[in-house]
């Protein structure tokens, strides 16, 4: 045992008397004893305590998946044609003969339709619903009179949004994801002052009472505001969720925990393209899927805090409560003695790092070229796999079946870090599997229209690896940084995610003018980035660093006898 560790009167008496033998260290400092990580292992690294904690956070987790990307069907443009007055009566289909020569494009044109020389004189009693009636001129639908396909109904119709209105659509969008700009780094710093339980009670309760109001929005401007509030307040439950779920479990099952956890992101995207196509009336939607979240108002009780935080923080007794909790669920037994070495160890660590509860300042100035990689990451990542999404048209023509196939094709990419990640390392997988992404983008570009079967495959392997690599990204992320600072650097770069979430529906444009324009993209940013990993510390089977310190020494090598001490105990100014 280092003689560091000793209390200073005893390393004063040494010096004093060298002749003397040091006294053997005493047990309470043995630093398998006293970490947080070395009790987690004594309980159970996924024990019956933990296993109730992710299931209560698999809700939130669903919840979230559901309010990020109801736009696509609240706000989705809906199949119609002009009414053409001359020939449609109040029975008339959406598809019928006279579209064939009264409606540009064989019937396809939504806003448009060929001038009839004889309606100005029409008296509704001849018939000039007939070819030679038309001309080669259009018009646009006169008096937004439209047929439609099916009953749904979105914004569009409800709000007399077509046509040249239609980028109010796609505005929706761009919206949602301001909210989530603004509202990531500020749901960030909540659960990093005041706690990952109470950032996603509040969180998710914020964002079903407002998506529930939006619900009754009388007017565009309205859904907008409401849009926006709903992103902002709920948008940070995702990380958080996913950051208490790697502080509760010991290293060998974070994993594991964490890939369950992301797998219910999938499930409630489902959810809502199958609750979207059993209702498709937009209010209806939003009620049916926010109302049941109102649920979360309990998490303020029944969801226990993360130790890790309460530990950084200082709140001591609530921290030993919970492993006491655990421990009792658990069916293991837990010392006072064990409990006592662990707080005593935690405060020697907050009293000798030189940093305060919350320093971002200093964070930033250790850790701006691991942030800046971080956040460029994350922003390809966004790119890539939203951008993939986009193009789904290679898929069934079935808007909610595409969106369930796609989400579907998620839940292998959340469990193949599984196989990788402790066998490879999180930087080697994580770069890995971003040149996989991008190759197979270029690949879609060789393939070509001539083999669709093989394009399709390599879309769908492009999607797999960049979903899996978004898992190994958000592993990595919450590894690299401090416990008081976690949530809130995650978010941080989670938020700068949001400019490649805004660029990814701008990328279809470019293929009007080069169709591989998409593709060469989304492939030279995934290369870039994938190559940029491996400028990250190596995280594999490191103890996750609760100071700025100990963050900032990972990936340096230490001397054998203390890196161990520095990694599960001593803060680093106290290993010399």
């Known amino acids: 045992m280092a003689a560091s560790e000793a209390p200073p009167a005893e390393a004063t008496v040494e010096v ?14 043995d630093p398998e004893d006293v970490t947080l990580d070395a009790i987690l292992k004594h309980l159970g690294q996924f024990g019956r305590f ?31 044609r002009c009414s053409i007055e001359e ?105 990093d002052r005041y706690g990952r339980s109470f950032s996603i009670a509040l969180g998710g309760i914020m964002g079903a009472v407002l ?11 309205w859904f907008l505001i409401f849009e926006f509030l709903d992103n902002m307040t709920s948008s940070t439950l995702y990380s958080t969720c996913f950051v208490i779920g790697i502080e509760l479990v010991g290293p060998r099952r974070r994993v594991l925990a964490c890939s369950v956890i992301t797998v219910f992101y999938a499930v409630g ?36 805090e993360s130790v890790r935080w309460l530990l950084s923080q200082g709140k001591e007794e609530r921290a030993k409560g919970i492993l006491r909790r655990a421990a009792k669920v658990n069916k293991r037994r837990l010392s006072e003695t064990m409990l006592d070495k662990l707080v005593l160890a935690n405060r020697d660590k907050l009293e000798q790092s030189a940093e305060s509860r919350f320093p971002i300042r200093e964070a930033f100035k250790n850790f701006k070229w691991r942030i800046a990689n971080c956040s460029f990451c994350w922003i390809v990542h966004v790119l890539v796999y939203y951008g993939l999404s986009l193009n789904v048209v290679l898929l069934d023509g079935d808007k909610y079946n595409n969106f369930a196939y796609i989400a579907l094709v998620e839940i292998p990419g959340f469990f193949m870090p599984l196989l990788i990640m402790d066998r490879f390392g999180r930087r080697y997988s994580l ?89 060469l993209i989304f492939a030279g940013a995934a290369i870039v980035s994938g190559l940029l990993t491996l400028f990250f510390p190596e995280t594999t089977n490191v103890v996750l660093p609760t100071t700025v310190q100990e963050a900032d020494a990972i990936g340096v090598k230490k001397k054998p006898s203390q890196a161990k001490d520095l990694d599960l105990v001593v803060p680093a100014n106290q290993s010399q």
């Open 16 to 29: 004093e008397l060298p002749s003397q033998p040091p006294p053997p260290p005493p047990p309470a400092k």
């Open 269 to 304: 995207e489902v959810g809502l393209a199958m609750f979207a196509k059993a209702f498709p009336d937009w209010r209806i939607l939003l009620r049916i899927t926010y109302m049941p979240s109102l649920i979360l108002l309990a998490y303020f009780w029944i969801l226990p």
């Open 211 to 221: 998506g529930i109001v939006r619900s009754y929005s009388p007017s565009y401007v």
């Open 431 to 519: 770069c890995g599997l971003m040149l996989l992404s991008g190759l197979c983008c270029i690949g879609t570009i060789f393939a070509g229209a001539d083999q669709p079967v093989l394009q399709l495959v390599l879309f769908l392997i492009g999607k797999l690896t960049i979903t899996a690599s978004f898992q190994v990204l958000y592993f990595f992320a919450s590894e690299i940084y401090p416990t008081n600072l976690r949530n809130s650097l995650l978010s941080f770069c989670s938020m700068m995610g949001r400019f490649g979430s805004m660029l990814a529906p701008q990328t279809p444009l470019l293929a009007k003018y080069y169709a591989s324009a998409p593709a």
């Open 87 to 191: 020939c449609d009566t109040p029975d008339s289909k959406f598809y019928e003969k006279h579209i064939e020569w009264s409606i540009p494009r064989n019937g396809n044109d939504p806003c448009n339709r060929y001038t009839n020389r004889d309606l100005p004189q029409w008296n509704e009693t001849s018939d000039i619903c007939l070819p030679e009636h038309y001309t080669a001129e259009t018009e646009a639908c006169p008096g937004n009179k439209f047929i439609f396909r099916d009953n749904e109904v979105t914004i569009s119709n409800d709000f007399d949004i077509y046509c040249d209105d239609e980028w109010k659509l796609s505005m929706v969008g761009t919206i949602n994801n301001l909210g989530q700009f603004f509202g990531i780094p500020i749901g960030g710093f909540v659960a």
């Open 50 to 80: 933990q296993l109730i904690i992710f299931l209560l956070i698999c809700l939130p987790m669903m919840f979230h998946a559901m309010f990020s990307v109801t736009y696509v069907f609240t706000a989705s443009t809906v199949t119609h």
